[in-house]
């Protein structure tokens, strides 16, 4: 029997109801990621790929439809599961990296473990490790506000694997960085896939960026166009 897809949407419709009318957002989307695969989530703006990307993550609910992590509906988990199950299993990288000021860059990255209540010296272990790995370690006593932007993006990253999740989530990570820094970001995203085995679903509009994943989804008008 093969393996479950480590991420699979059944027939996710999503309505918001606005005064005197439904605005229907997604209309049925189906698809899959495998373990270990990289996929890109593209469209126009307003064809749904962050409100498609909020429900993956269960940060917000399908009006109709089902979210499955690894085989397991997690759609209808009470909210307190659900928030335990997000912080343990689902990374999330913004277009803004959504740090706190007043805390450092390793106190960042440790935050996710402090708050599923690990051992604080495994979490500071843990986000060690990562910063080292991306490049940071010289960097983990400076406030985010004294590191630049694609440092504060690569925080933000080590910030979302620290919990060692099945799935990267990332919705625009480069948006917001010059072309150099966000081609950097990218890099070491795939290069996170290859030595983790990471999977990566990725929104962006960026056409050239999503050509380097293994495959491209595009959204159109709250369905999958190809």
């Known amino acids: 029997m093969s393996e479950s897809p480590v991420l699979q949407a059944e027939e996710v419709r999503k309505v918001f109801h606005r005064e005197g009318y439904d605005l229907e957002v997604l209309k049925g989307i189906s698809l899959s990621l495998s373990r270990g695969e990289t996929a890109g989530v593209v469209g ?3 064809a749904g790929k962050t409100t498609l990307l ?6 917000d609910r399908a009006t109709s439809g089902r979210v499955l992590y ?3 509906d997690v759609t209808d988990l009470p909210p307190d599961e659900m928030a335990a199950f997000r912080n343990r299993s689902v990374g999330f990288v913004f277009q803004f990296h959504n740090l706190l000021p ?5 106190e ?4 996710p473990c402090l708050i599923a209540q690990m051992d604080p010296e495994e979490a500071r272990r843990r986000a060690a490790a990562l910063l080292s790995e991306v490049g940071l370690s010289e960097r983990t ?3 985010t506000g004294e590191i630049s932007g694609g440092e504060q993006q690569r925080t933000a990253i080590c910030r979302a694997l620290v919990m060692e999740p099945s799935v990267l989530l990332a919705d625009e990570p480069t948006g917001n960085l010059d072309r150099a820094t966000a081609s950097g970001v990218l890099d070491l995203l795939l290069e996170l896939n290859r030595s983790r085995g990471l999977s990566i679903l990725m929104v962006t509009h960026n056409d050239r960026m999503a050509s380097r994943l293994h495959r491209v989804i595009r959204i159109d008008d709250g369905r999958i166009a190809s």
């Open 108 to 111: 960042n990255v440790m935050l």
């Open 102 to 106: 007043e805390f450092s860059v390793l």
């Open 141 to 143: 006593s400076h406030r």
């Open 44 to 46: 126009i703006s307003g």
């Open 54 to 59: 909020q429900i993956l993550g269960t940060l």
């Open 70 to 72: 690894e085989g397991v």
